[in-house]
């Protein structure tokens, strides 16, 4: 392996790297909401999910 | 802190729409009921103080389907700070029953009166005031689509210069006495009676959720009034509703004698019960027609220009170098002109660029597609089919509503699974998901245009349009040994209201197909990217890790790729494909179909990587493993039904999981839609197999 080649394995490793992590893990990682609002409808709709199960 | 807004109304009353105008949002809109299946959150424009919720569409606070079961519950246990009541202005009637329940609750509610510009060109006036007063609510007149009086609204709501505390006189005296009498017994440390005039009707009803608030004294005085009016409490006050609506509308609306609608001409067309399938048809026969053959093949051509060059295009634009070589080997010189190995220039030539461009080279394609159905969605042309169509799905057990999750299953299965909410019914709602990922979706588009227009060059369209046929008589089929052998329940009648036909608004058009366009491209560049990555790794090196690929990037021949990972894979499963591949032994074939299962555009990717060529050449070229789908065009459509019929992908199958609500379901339907594949696979590939003197090539 030259290092044409090398280069070549490197920059298609970070781009699967980084397609991995913004695709698959970024979005789990991203907290949800902020305000209270937010937060009270999404309490409210799980606790209710949870009920009707 | 944000207070909450809430949007509520019936169905198809223009709700999304206003949701968006009022937020800024593009949430999906549609000309037909039940297009909003999960609430969604948005904030008002002119600040983060006031979070809009919209909510699916509803007629009453009594709720039947599990969507219904969200807006009720959002009212009457979110407890939101405001409401705000869409009502259609074309349909008054049957729109403010809902309002007469919001008024109940203790939320303040302002009602919305949309549909301002549709109502004069029928020939309806409103005079809101007199509406406002006789409901005691403030309200606002609207058009959503064209944005009229959408101003007043923030400012009334930001300034909260809203009427509050309505009284309404909806019951006759006797029946309004005992609610009174309810109300005063209501035990308020409950948490159902927090909204206590709308709990005290609810109780009067004999509503089961209210059940915790009645007492035996007011039991025998209902039953009284019940005597009296020989009707039940519900029925009593469902009466009286309806008898204080039609005295609102006609002391606040007057309707001029019309002439016969454009509606009502072209429904005389399109609802004909001899001419509204053909025409269907025809229409679909068009739709792909125009995707498939015409437009859409057309600019494909250049997209695969661009990413693997064309001798045609570069005799046409022979000064522009980009597009007469394509990107790919244009990248795959470069690399070894800066003395690269071979290895490293295919893996970049053949491998990610003819992964990814075999997909994206059906983008226009799809594009097309998606126009064409949004439109037809838009003009309400998709709810006039849902409607005829309900009456042949009905004689198969299906419900008509079904109709919407596969029309939106058309663009993607995921969406289409979870729209079968809207299907009240449980047994049919189950039937609905089960059968909705036979419903040809974009993602399988690529596979079918790829074929269809390389095997049968001049009918194109029609082979798409055949497995579209194809698809609804296995879907009716399926939904025959689903009733006969596991759901034995009649069928419920599909209740739905017919809008008026309108030109699709471009707005929502133009995003629809945006976002759906956009969404392909995104898993072009993730999931597709990274299964290129994949299978250039397994078909270009062997277990020991020694490379298998070509040594001379411009000749394929030179690698032996039979010796590679996947084809030690391929090879065991690819007997059980003989009858289907028309007794050919085709590995290759074989690992492309199961890769379907990651993503159904992986196919056509796999395909282009295995053989190092592109979409116009993977099949025709002579030295393409998948050559001989060019001389048999039986075996090409065989391939494409498993392909279609097959397991979705993981994405459809994990929303089956989650709406069907346990995993031996899921397998069942998976074990189902595979047999079918197979089946009919197998039937038209022993065809072709017989045709062809039962000798198996390629072993």
Redesign the interface.
């Known amino acids: 392996m030259n290092w044409v080649d090398f280069w070549v394995v490197v920059i298609v490793v970070i781009l699967v790297g980084l397609v991995i992590f913004f695709h698959y893990i970024f979005p789990h990682l991203r907290k949800g909401p902020s305000t209270k609002a937010k937060r009270l409808v999404k309490d409210y709709f799980k606790a209710k999910k949870k009920e009707e199960k | 802190?944000?207070?909450?807004v809430g949007l509520v109304g019936n169905q198809n009353a223009g709700k999304t729409t206003l949701f968006n105008a009022l937020t800024g949002m593009n949430a999906t809109v549609g000309n037909w009921p039940g297009v909003t299946i999960e609430?969604k959150?948005g904030y008002i424009k002119g600040g983060?103080d006031l979070?809009l919720?919209d909510t699916p569409g509803v007629y009453s606070l009594s709720p039947y389907t599990s969507e219904e079961k969200?807006t009720r519950?959002f009212c009457l246990?979110?407890h939101p700070d405001l409401i705000i009541n869409i009502i259609d202005a074309t349909a008054l009637e049957r729109s403010l029953y809902l309002t007469t329940q919001l008024a109940e609750l203790s939320t303040d509610v302002v009602v919305a009166l949309n549909m301002a510009d549709i109502m004069e060109k029928n020939g309806i006036s409103i005079d809101e005031n007199k509406l406002s007063e006789e409901l005691g609510l403030t309200v606002i007149r609207i058009s959503a689509k064209t944005g009229e009086g959408i101003n007043t609204l923030i400012d009334t709501i930001r300034k909260k210069t809203y009427l509050k505390n309505p009284h309404l006189k909806i019951y006759a005296k006797d029946v309004q006495k005992e609610i009174d009498h309810i109300e005063g017994d209501l035990n308020s440390e409950l948490e159902e009676a927090r909204n206590p005039k709308f709990a005290s009707v609810k109780v009067f009803e004999r509503d089961p959720f209210y059940k915790a608030l009645s007492n035996s004294s007011t039991e025998d005085e209902v039953k009284a009034i019940e005597k009296e009016y020989g009707m039940d409490a519900e029925q009593i006050i469902a009466d009286e509703r309806y008898d204080f609506v039609t005295g609102v509308k006609a002391a606040c609306s007057y309707e001029r004698p019309m002439p016969e609608s454009v509606t009502d001409k072209l429904d005389k067309i399109f609802l004909n019960k001899y001419a509204a399938i053909p025409l269907f048809i025809i229409i679909m026969g068009l739709v792909y027609f125009l995707s498939v053959s015409f437009i859409g093949s057309i600019c494909s051509d250049f997209i695969n220009a661009i990413f693997n060059g064309s001798e045609t295009i570069s005799i046409l634009y022979n000064d522009i170098p980009f597009v007469c070589k394509g990107l790919g080997p244009i990248l795959g010189d470069w690399?070894l002109s800066?003395?690269?190995?071979v290895?490293?220039a295919d893996?970049?030539e053949n491998g990610?660029v003819a992964g990814v461009s075999s997909v994206c080279t059906f983008i226009p394609q799809l594009i097309v597609l998606f126009l064409c159905l949004s439109l037809l969605e838009g003009s309400g042309y998709m709810n006039r089919i849902a409607f005829f169509i309900d009456q042949i799905f009905k004689k198969f057990g299906l419900s008509g509503k079904s109709i919407i999750p596969f029309i939106v299953g058309t663009g993607c299965s995921v969406p289409g699974i979870m729209g079968a909410r809207t299907v009240e019914d449980p047994d049919e709602r189950e039937m609905t998901i089960r059968l909705t990922p036979f419903i040809p979706c974009s993602a399988k588009l690529p596979i079918i245009a790829l074929l269809s227009s390389i095997v049968f060059p001049k009918a194109g369209w029609l082979v798409s349009l055949s497995v579209y046929v194809l698809a609804i008589v296995i879907i009716i089929i399926s939904a025959i040994i689903m009733k006969k052998l596991f759901y034995k329940r009649e069928s419920t009648s599909f209740i739905s209201e017919l809008p008026s036909y309108k030109l699709p608004d471009a707005k929502n058009v133009y995003r629809e197909v945006k976002d759906k366009t956009v969404s392909f491209i995104e898993r072009a560049?993730?999931?597709i990217?990274?299964c290129s990555?994949a299978v250039w790794i397994l078909t270009r090196f062997s277990w020991s890790f020694e490379y298998v690929g070509p040594t001379d990037l411009y000749d394929l021949g030179t690698a032996n790729i039979s010796s590679s990972m996947l084809a030690s894979i391929g090879k065991g499963l690819a007997y059980l494909f003989i009858p289907a591949w028309g007794g050919y032994y085709s590995w290759e074939l074989t690992v492309s179909t199961i890769q379907g299962l990651i993503a159904k555009e992986q196919v056509v990717s796999s395909m282009s990587v295995i053989s190092g060529l592109d979409v116009n050449q993977m099949v025709s070229a002579s030295s393409s493993p998948f050559y001989f789908l060019s001389s048999n065009p039986l075996v090409a459509y065989s391939f494409i039904c498993f392909n279609l019929f097959s397991a979705p992908c993981f994405g459809a199958l994990a929303a089956m999981r989650k709406e069907l609500g346990s995993a031996k379901k899921l397998f069942s339907t998976i074990g189902f839609e595979l047999l079918w594949a197979y089946g009919i696979s197998s039937i038209i590939g022993l065809i072709s197999w017989g045709m062809n003197g039962w000798a198996v090539i390629g072993l």
């Open positions: 802190m944000a207070n909450i609430r959150e983060k979070m919720v969200v519950s246990e979110a690399i800066l003395g690269g190995d290895w490293a893996m970049i990610i560049g993730t999931v990217f990274l990555v």
